[in-house]
């Protein structure tokens, strides 16, 4: 079993819709949790990261941790066709555990149609 | 803030040739840097982690006498694709962490590698 679970969909919602990209993890020890977006034949980007249970908001974009039942989530609402990408969720213990690594999940496909 | 360049972006060479790729962090110091390889549309492949000065570490199955990395600076690492084969092939992508309490990396834009 993978330590990071993510849905590797395709997800296609219509233009506008609310957008729910989610991860499911079994370490215990994750205290940090990054959202990356990822456009064809590019590197990742970072979008957002926090820090232990809670949400935090960039825009249109929202990120949720619930530690409790290990599970995270990306809401992105007002979805734009520019949303179009590839979303990696990410978690890391404190630092310099695991030699400073993060673990990824298998990343989402959204398509945001016009 | 947190710009990771890489160079080159494309590079198309002959089978038994080698490749080096750079990956740069600009306007940052990188205190971990790490080399990832991505088949199209597959997850992320984690091959190795360098920290300046000393020798790279390579997740099991990364053959290290293929893929040579060279962490020489706090905002500089390489990776060598040696005798490079068809099934080398890939997009290659780097990151680089300042070190932050969440080592939170920065990607580069990554490399396309195609070995004829």
């Known amino acids: 079993q993978k330590e990071v679970e993510q849905d590797p969909g395709p997800l296609s919602v219509p233009e506008g819709a609310i957008v729910s990209l989610n991860c499911t993890y079994s370490?215990?020890?994750?205290?940090?949790f990054m959202w990356y977006r990822q456009y064809s034949r590019k590197g990742p980007e970072l979008l957002m990261y926090t820090y232990s249970s809670g949400n935090k908001e960039d825009g249109r974009f929202t990120a949720q941790v619930d530690k409790s039942s290990k599970y995270i989530s990306l809401f992105i609402r007002d979805s734009q066709p520019s949303d179009s990408a590839t979303y990696l969720c990410a978690m890391s213990g404190s630092h310099n555990t695991n030699a400073g690594k993060s673990t990824f999940g298998d990343g989402t496909t959204l398509t945001v149609k016009p | 803030g947190a710009v990771v360049s890489q160079h080159p972006s494309r590079v198309i060479c002959k089978s038994g040739t080698s490749v080096k790729i750079e990956c740069r962090s600009l306007?940052?110091?990188?205190?971990?840097m790490f080399w990832y390889r991505q088949f199209p549309k597959q997850s992320l492949m984690l091959m190795a982690t360098?920290?300046?000065?000393?020798?790279?570490?390579?997740e099991q199955g990364v053959e290290k006498d293929k893929f040579l990395i060279n962490h020489a600076s706090l905002t500089l690492s390489t990776l060598t694709v040696t005798s490079a084969h068809p099934e080398d092939s890939s997009f290659y992508i780097c990151?680089?962490?300042?070190?932050?309490?969440?080592?939170?990396?920065?990607f580069g834009p990554g490399t396309r590698l195609t070995v004829l």
């Open positions: 370490n215990s020890a994750f205290q940090y």
């Open positions: 990151s680089a962490s300042r070190g932050d309490e969440a080592d939170t990396q920065y």
């Open positions: 360098s920290n300046e000065g000393s020798k790279a570490t390579y």
């Open positions: 306007d940052f110091q990188a205190t971990t």
